[in-house]
């Protein structure tokens, strides 16, 4: 049931372009990404919604395929301040239940 | 404003003592999450509140964990008869609505350490 996130860790260098895959066994409502750094708690970066519905930072872009149950963030012209573990968060629908199940992780590395 | 605050940040028990973790959601917030974290992982969920109502329980590992959040507020998660097993971050988050389509705001995390 967990997302399975790929790839599982990637280093890049400054400016350079990345792309991590989300991927649901689940028909989803929601896709929610966050980066959480070393002891730290993970921040919100974006949220994709069932019929295209997007929200989040300006930097920071991501697609969601509904009939695939897959979601990909693409980092462009990376920063240092990119570095962290992101997690793709995925909800199911809301109503009862608003809860996030977080994919495994990808460990994104930047260097100068 | 405020963000997501959560007390105390640091735990130490004693495998068999009952601890009780504080979270004070950001204000106006309906939505509350707990989730638990071990090291190297993502967020598991625990439990959802729609302000006062725990409408989701199902993530709880065992009835030693329990939740309350009896105003609306702040919330709170006792884990009973601590267990090393418990030992991981536990995290709350809040979210303005009460549909999935809002985003989660973290607290900074509870470091439990059972000894």
């Known amino acids: 049931q967990q997302p399975v996130q790929s790839p599982q860790a990637v280093i890049l260098r400054e400016g350079e372009d990345a792309v991590i895959n989300c991927s649901s066994s689940k028909a989803l409502y929601s896709v929610h990404w966050y980066r959480q750094k070393h002891g730290e708690a993970p921040v919100f970066l974006m949220i994709l919604l069932k019929g295209g519905e997007q929200k989040g930072h300006e930097k920071i872009s991501a697609s969601f395929n509904e009939k695939k149950q897959q979601s990909s963030l693409y980092l462009t012209a990376s920063q240092l301040s990119y570095s962290g573990t992101y997690f793709c968060g995925t909800g199911l629908g809301g109503g009862a239940t608003n809860k996030l199940i977080f994919g495994t992780g990808t460990l994104l590395a930047v260097q100068p | 404003g405020a963000g997501v605050s959560q007390s105390p940040r640091y735990k130490v028990a004693k495998r068999g003592q009952d601890v009780a973790l504080r979270c004070d959601p950001i204000s106006g917030h309906v939505s509350l999450f707990w989730y638990q974290q071990a090291l190297g992982q993502g967020p598991e969920f625990l439990t959802y509140?729609?302000?006062?109502?725990?409408?989701?329980k199902s993530g709880l590992p065992s009835d030693r964990f329990f939740a309350e959040r009896p105003e609306g507020s702040v919330s709170t998660l006792k884990i009973q008869r601590t267990q090393q097993e418990d030992s991981a971050v536990y995290l709350c988050?809040?979210?303005?609505?009460?549909?999935?389509?809002?985003?989660?705001?973290f607290g900074p995390g509870t470091r439990l350490t059972v000894t």
């Open positions: 509140f729609q302000n006062e109502a725990q409408l989701d």
């Open positions: 988050a809040s979210s303005f609505g009460d549909m999935g389509s809002y985003e989660q705001y």
